[in-house]
């Protein structure tokens, strides 16, 4: 049962048409990464229930803390997958399982480092990251279970993109959308005064239980044997040059994460010496939270991507990997487009939902419709990222990896806040995507170009 359950998932990633291979591996993981979504939208839901701003705001200082961690994980697992994926498209299965194995392991290693100095230093950290003294006491309440939630979300990650890379995503959808369902169950349990009554705390002790039911989950499925990838202590062979090697794939989705992180940081910061500065950074941490739905959903059309890309790299199938190329370069753009339409149509009453205040409403609109005025410009940037990692082009991906939120968006906003105001803020992130639309429209031909050579030469090259 379990060779033939592995024999399908491998003739999905071989021999199925590349587009229809994408859709079949997209929509779970599309469906579990929104699933995933929903802790933060739903922690930021109930605390707006609290009507309180400040507990709103203290959840917003909070997000760049989440997207360093994510981006944390993405260095390990997202390199993983790509190299497991070549490794299997080579018919290298043991290197396949060394390679998961070792991730994982490591990545138990790292959560636990995480953990312990996130909380030794939570305090200068939400600091840097914009929280004020009035906004501080419930911003460490809910970072403190953040970090503890890193012992469990780094190795499941690892867990998850493995099942990425050999198609397995019905149980991580499985995995994912359990936990999200049992944060929606026991928000409300810990936060309100007839359940535990924690507030602000309580949300993030939800959600950390939550993720690590998800954990164990993903854990049973390789545990168990059921899975075509092997994690067993016997493959686990740490080295600098492993690691190097997994890093050097990973770290252009990790960078993405990161800039997001600087560029809410930066824009918190911006907006402190600001009239209702508070309200702002409650109005923009609502704001993130929505964008990293349509993120979501552009990456989990991504998750059905790279699996297929790296599998055709990896056994040399340059027409296979190419139609996959052609196909998510239109699926990445269209998704795009769909999202910002949707969040400018419906970003007041989307605004509503999570608060009632008229001026953190109307901050929230604004900023909710210049997020997504050029929203194309993540989908194309973050496809051709992925392709750059798969390929083993990793100075091209990580340079791509910083341009939309770092390069272009940091100058802006610090610059244009202090000459014109709140007003101006609006203005950062489409003049930072335009300029990477023009950016990644200049290295499309080159990308193909290079993984035509590579194919015809080696695809397992760093």
């Given amino acids: 049962m379990n060779r033939n359950s592995s024999s399908e998932r491998e003739s999905l990633l071989s021999t199925v048409k590349p587009s229809n291979a994408i859709v079949s591996l997209a929509i779970p993981a599309t469906l579990a990464l929104l699933a995933k979504a929903v802790y933060n939208i739903v922690d930021t839901a109930y605390i707006g229930m609290l009507n309180d701003d400040i507990a709103l705001a203290a959840v917003g200082v909070t997000l760049p803390l989440l997207l360093i961690m994510v981006s944390i994980e993405n260095i390990f697992a997202a390199g993983a997958a790509v190299l497991a994926g070549r490794q299997l498209g080579a018919g290298d299965k043991d290197g396949a399982n060394q390679t998961v194995t070792t991730i994982v392991g490591f990545s138990i290693l790292v959560g636990i480092g995480l953990c312990v100095l996130g909380i030794i230093f939570i305090e200068p950290l939400l600091r840097a990251f914009g929280a004020s003294d009035a906004v501080l006491p419930q911003a460490k309440d809910y970072a403190f279970w953040m970090f503890i939630a890193a012992l469990f979300n780094l190795p499941a990650q690892s867990l998850n993109c493995a099942a990425r890379a050999e ?14 369902a049992l944060n929606v169950a026991l928000d409300p349990v810990f ?3 007839w359940g535990f009554g924690m507030g602000v705390e ?35 062979k740490l080295s600098g040059s492993f690691l190097w090697a997994v890093t050097a794939i990973g770290i252009p989705t990790a960078v993405i994460q990161i800039c997001l992180a600087v560029a809410t940081s930066l824009t918190n910061i911006a907006a402190k010496p600001l009239p209702d500065s508070d309200l702002i950074i409650a109005a923009y941490g609502v704001v993130q939270r929505l964008i990293l739905i349509g993120c979501y959903v552009v990456m989990g059309f991504m998750q059905g991507y790279q699996p297929v890309a790296s599998y055709a790299f990896g056994a040399k199938d340059e027409d296979h990997f190419h139609d996959a190329v052609r196909f998510a370069l239109k699926g990445a753009l269209l998704l795009t487009v769909v999202v910002a339409a949707a969040y400018i149509i419906l970003a007041q009453p989307l605004i509503m939902l999570f608060n009632r205040n008229p001026m953190v409403i109307e901050f929230g609109r604004r900023l909710l419709i210049s997020q997504v005025a050029l929203y194309p410009a993540f989908g194309l940037c973050y496809m051709m990222t992925i392709t750059f990692q798969t390929i083993g ?13 770092g390069l272009f968006y940091v100058p802006f906003i610090l610059a244009l806040p202090k ?6 803020i609006y203005a950062a992130q489409p003049a930072a995507d335009l300029c990477t639309i023009l950016v990644c429209v200049f290295f499309v031909k080159r990308m193909k170009q290079m993984a035509s050579e590579r194919m015809g030469a080696s695809p397992n090259k760093q």
């Fill in 167 to 180: 198609s397995s995503v019905k149980i991580s959808s499985i995995a994912v959308i359990t936990g999200a």
């Fill in 191 to 193: 936060m309100f005064s």
């Fill in 202 to 236: 309580g949300a993030s002790l939800a959600t950390t239980i939550s993720q690590c039911v998800t954990f164990v989950i993903l854990a049973w499925l390789y545990l168990s044997g059921h899975s075509m990838i092997k994690v067993h202590p016997k493959y686990f």
């Fill in 393 to 405: 082009a990793s100075k091209m991906g990580l340079f791509l990896s910083m341009i939309r939120q």
């Fill in 419 to 424: 000459c014109f105001g709140v007003t101006e």
